[in-house]
T-cell receptor, first 114, second 115 residues
């Protein structure tokens, strides 16, 4: 399985942007990059995913390096509710189709200060 | 939709007892996943199903664990006999199939304590 490397923890201030990095130097050409987050005492929730181009949705932006060996999840204005563990995951495609599984690492614990 | 539903939310049992965890996926989702989360090992995928058929059970720790999906709206994870090291939060998740259906939805989890 292609692996990812994330900092164990990061800290941010409320209403400031947050850039969460992820390294995936062994990514293959067909691996998608997924981000999930887990709020305290809850199950993980989907944040965003991408392949090559940068992606935006209502929750965050995903910036993918040109060589695809790293990516950055961007929260444009952090709120206290964004305090969570953020997981960067490479999609492990069994057959290149929908039969894939997500292997979660330890993620980055984001603390947001008021 | 109510999302992924898991029951019970909390379970306390004694070593050696049988434990059954239940999951109802989101209607229309073709994939169902069972995960286990502990402080030591993080979030681990145990098994997943596609259209009620197990696709990958390589994460199932041992023969004491078994999972079934008798129909599209129900799955169980059974531990028999249970041991203290099985104490963890067990999550069920479901996902659709096809283009644009990449989001995996997780349930609230079942916190299992084996004494």
């Amino acid at each position: 399985d292609a692996k990812t490397t994330q900092p164990n923890s990061m800290e941010s201030n409320e209403e400031e942007p947050v850039h969460l990095p992820c390294n995936h130097s062994t990514i293959s050409g067909t691996d998608y990059i997924h981000w999930y987050r887990q709020l305290p005492s809850q199950g993980p929730e989907y944040v965003i995913h991408g392949l090559t181009s940068n992606v935006n949705n209502r929750m965050a932006s995903l910036a993918i390096a040109e060589d695809r060996k790293s990516s950055t999840l961007i929260l444009h204005r952090a709120t206290l509710r964004d305090a969570a563990v953020y997981y960067c995951i490479l999609r492990d495609a069994v057959d290149g189709g929908s039969n894939y599984k997500l292997t979660f690492g330890k993620g980055t614990l984001l603390t947001v200060n008021p | 939709d109510a999302g992924v539903i898991q029951s019970p939310r909390h379970e306390v049992t004694e070593m050696g007892q049988e434990v059954t965890l239940r999951c109802k996926p989101i209607s229309g989702h073709d994939y169902l996943f069972w995960y286990r989360q502990t402080m030591m090992r993080g979030l681990e995928l145990l098994i997943y199903f596609n259209n009620n058929v197990p696709i990958d059970d390589s994460g199932m720790p041992e023969d004491r664990f078994s999972a079934k999906m008798p129909n599209a709206s129900f799955s169980t994870l059974k531990i028999q006999p249970s041991e203290p090291r099985d104490s963890a939060v067990y999550f069920c998740a479901s996902r659709g199939q096809g283009l644009g259906r990449n989001e995996q939805f997780f349930g609230p989890g079942t916190r299992l304590t084996v004494l």
